[in-house]
Each structure stands twice: as structure tokens, then as C-alpha cells.
């Protein structure tokens, strides 16, 4: 069994063109701080009116892929026409599929229109709110009938899988492709928003995207197409990942910031992670002794302080996992309890996990550590056991 814990932070970069507008005399252009008017509407499509997104998660909140999608950074983004619906853009029709990305770029050209940046997308799904998800804030399971890759459904079928601006089947349905290439450190591949998966969470999130090269064909991917000029922003991440774990065996400053995270916790119960209320005198009397650097995926990288509280009562050992935010405060992710024992940390066999070792009146053990997400989970003890033949393991 294994117990999470939630946070969220990485830092990550955008950049938007502006589209330079026409020229236009002194009677054409509204008053400064006037709405542009709304152009005449184009059957089956819904006019997404221009404002700013939110682009991408936020570093706090979760869930979030910090290699794959922006920070919260703020956007300026043009009016657009978006389809209501995937191709054909019908009620109740089942999703055009099967098309490379030149077949959706020219099945959307035949109709006067073109594929839509991934950003204008992820604004249509989030609406004039910035909403995570298509119909509000936190994920709703079975309003866009999310679970499993391979789905298709009739385009309609979910009356409440609609944006804030009224654009229909943003998730659960076909993946689409997009105008955009993928970038995000690679070459040669396009950018798909949209689609369903097993983790419902994190697909049905509007900033949620993946790759794919542009001449596949699949089952489950398809189209959406936009109608005027295109926004030039786009999604540019330089994606950091550095070594998995690093001892920071002088870093006296960072450990005397973890010791003081640990201090603001509420208790050094295992999975404790948000300070709330007055620390428990285990709390108060934790000290730091040794800090270690976790990069657990791209551009992303925890703190993690090792150390112990003793008391009149008892004797609580543990690491304070922590990540740094936007302000430069270190915030809690979770505590990990290694009971009596000092405790230490090894690699895993992905940089996802981390094993962190402690020890109780039964001898010795690990647990292991894991990102997901921006969440961490906590493992079950492990311990070693003799084997009949070949060197003990953990079980």
C-alpha cells in the first residue's frame, strides 16, 4: 500500500508573438479598454474571444507533468473560432479517426479552416475562468466518461463535458491533433491535446498533452479545427534533469531550511505535510543533519532533510520532503518516518523513487519514496530476508 501526499513547483518558460494587427482608421478601433466586437458567427463553431490564459499548472497545485507543460504562466492570446465538436463536428457522430497530421491539417483546409495551436485549445477547454478542467476546478470522474485509452465516443453523449465558453468533448473522447509541434527537448513530433486515459486526473486536464509523430495513425486520434488567425504563442521548455539524487553534505543553509520546515509541521507523523495549528513538541525539537537534492523528473527538483526529534517521551527520526516555491520558501511535501534510526537515502531503479532507510527494534528497513504527479508516495516498510540460496532481499 502506498500513501501520497500533495504539493506542487518547477520552473518553466513561454514565450508568445504578438500577432500584428491591421491598420485601421481613428473611427474603426473601439475606445481603449472596449471588448473587440465579436465577428459573425460561423455555424458549428464557438467564437473564444481574447484574453489571457493561464497557460499550463501552477508550480502548487497538482496534478502536473513539470517536464511537459508550463508553470501558470499568463498569456495574451487573440480572438479564435473553434469547432463545437471533434470532426465532423456532428452530435452524436463518432469522431473522424484515423488520419495522419497532413490528413487533418487538409480535412480541416477543405472546410476553410485549419488545425488549432495547442494553446488555443487548452484556452477553449479552460474557459474565461482558467478552470484546471473543462466544467471546473477539480476532477469530476465520468463527466467526459474518462477511463482507458483506445476511446471514441459519439461526439454529444456527455451533456456536461463543455468549457466556460461552451466548446463540447474537450477530454474523453479522441485525442486531436494539434498545430503545434511538440518540442519540450525533442525533434520531429507533434503536439495532441484532448483524449482519454486510465488516469482520468491527469488526462482530463486541459493543460495535459503528448507527442506523437506526425505520421501516425490510430484508433483513438483524431481532429478539431479553429477558424481565423492563429496565435503565435506556444509552449518552449527547456527541460532540466540533472542527477537523480545528490548528498548536499555541506550545504549548511539548506539544511537549516529543512530542519525549520520540519519545526512548522503540525506532527512528525508519517505522510504529515501542510503546517496547521501549534507543532507538537516532536515537531519543535526536530533537528536537520544531513540534506540531500531529488530530481525526480524534468524540471523538477526536491529537498529532502534527514534528521531527529528527541524528546523526554521518545526518540522520532525521519526526512522532511520539500520543494522550493516561486517566492523561494520551501514548502512540505511530506514526512517520511524512519522511527529510531538516523536516517539515509539510496537510488531506486528510476529517478521517480528514492529509497529512504531507517531502523526500529525489529532491525532495519527502507521505504520506498515516490513522485507522481507532484504528489509523493509513501511505501511500506521493507525488509531484508534470507534467502536459500543467493544474497538476502527485500520484501
Request: aromatic share 6%; hydrophobic share 35%; proline share 8%.
Amino acid at each position: 500500500m502506498t500513501r501520497w501526499a500533495a504539493g506542487g513547483a518547477a520552473l518553466l518558460l513561454a514565450c508568445s508573438d504578438p500577432t500584428p494587427g491591421p491598420e485601421a482608421s481613428a473611427d474603426a478601433v473601439p475606445p481603449w479598454g472596449a471588448p473587440s466586437p465579436e465577428p459573425a458567427p460561423r455555424p458549428g463553431m464557438v467564437w473564444i474571444p481574447a484574453g489571457t490564459l493561464v497557460a499550463g499548472t501552477p508550480k502548487d497545485r497538482v496534478p502536473r507533468v513539470p517536464d511537459a507543460e508550463m508553470a501558470g504562466e499568463s498569456i495574451e492570446m487573440t480572438g479564435f473560432f473553434i469547432d463545437r465538436y471533434p470532426h465532423p463536428n456532428e452530435a452524436g457522430a463518432i469522431p473522424t479517426t484515423h488520419v495522419t497530421w497532413e490528413e487533418a491539417k487538409a480535412l480541416c483546409q477543405r472546410e476553410e479552416k485549419r488545425l488549432c495551436t495547442e494553446l488555443e485549445l487548452e484556452r477553449a477547454c479552460k474557459g474565461p475562468t482558467n478552470q484546471p478542467y473543462a466544467y471546473g476546478p477539480t476532477f469530476r470522474q465520468g463527466v467526459c466518461g474518462e477511463g482507458g485509452r483506445g476511446v471514441a465516443n459519439p461526439s454529444g453523449l456527455f451533456a456536461n463535458c463543455r468549457s466556460g465558453f461552451g466548446v463540447h468533448d474537450t477530454h474523453g473522447t479522441v485525442w486531436v491533433w494539434t498545430a503545434s509541434e511538440w518540442g519540450r527537448g525533442t525533434e520531429g513530433l507533434v503536439a495532441l491535446r484532448g483524449g482519454s486515459g486510465d488516469s482520468g486526473e491527469l488526462v482530463a486536464r486541459c493543460a495535459n498533452g503528448e507527442s506523437e509523430k506526425p505520421g501516425a495513425k490510430r484508433p483513438d486520434l483524431g481532429l478539431r479545427c479553429c477558424a481565423g488567425p492563429a496565435n503565435l504563442a506556444r509552449v518552449v521548455l527547456d527541460v532540466d534533469r540533472g542527477p537523480a539524487l545528490k548528498l548536499r553534505p555541506n550545504d549548511e543553509e539548506l539544511i537549516k531550511r529543512l530542519e525549520l520546515v520540519g519545526k512548522a509541521l503540525p506532527s512528525l507523523d508519517e505522510g504529515t505535510a501542510n503546517p496547521g495549528g501549534s507543532p507538537n513538541e516532536a515537531a519543535q525539537a526536530f533537528d536537520a543533519e544531513r540534506a540531500w537534492a531529488w530530481r525526480p523528473a524534468g524540471n523538477e527538483q526536491l529537498f529532502l532533510g534527514g534528521g531527529c526529534s528527541k524528546t523526554k517521551s521518545e526518540k522520532t527520526c525521519g526526512v522532511v520532503v520539500a520543494r522550493e516555491t516561486a517566492e523561494g520558501t520551501l514548502a512540505p511535501l511530506a514526512f517520511v518516518a524512519t522511527d529510531e534510526w538516523q536516517p539515509t537515502l539510496s537510488e531506486s531503479e528510476t529517478a521517480e523513487s528514492v529509497f529512504i532507510h531507517g531502523g526500529d527494534r525489529n532491525g532495519a528497513f527502507r521505504k520506498r519514496v515516490t513522485y507522481e504527479w507532484g504528489r509523493i508516495g509513501i511505501g511500506e516498510k521493507q525488509r531484508k530476508k534470507r534467502r536459500k540460496k543467493g544474497k538476502p532481499r527485500y520484501e
